[in-house]
């Protein structure tokens, strides 16, 4: 039974309230219904995924370059 199964993803009315209309596919039968366009959208995760990991990877330098200014200042502090 398709009803029974758990679904995850986006409705098309999600799409449009957040301002992504251009991946939702108007209605052509006469239900009415509206549908994503998961093909299109997954270039838009895809390019979403990829700036995140380099924001991740930024950050990451940040943390180590300040970690190593820590130690440095540790060491001068316990060995005067």
């Given at each position: 039974?398709?009803?029974?199964?758990?679904?995850?993803g986006y409705t098309a009315q999600q799409l449009i309230e957040i301002g992504?209309?251009?991946?939702?596919e108007q209605?052509?039968?006469?239900d009415g219904f509206m549908s994503v366009c998961?093909?299109?959208i997954?270039?838009?995760?895809?390019?979403?995924?990829?700036?995140?990991i380099k924001r991740d990877k930024e950050k990451q330098v940040?943390?180590?370059?300040?970690?190593a200014r820590l130690v440095r200042l540790e060491q001068i502090l316990l060995n005067p």
């Open positions: 039974d398709k009803y029974s199964k758990v679904h995850t992504l209309e251009e991946f939702v209605p052509t039968t006469p998961y093909g299109d997954q270039f838009l995760f895809n390019a979403g995924v990829q700036e995140l940040i943390i180590d370059d300040l970690t």
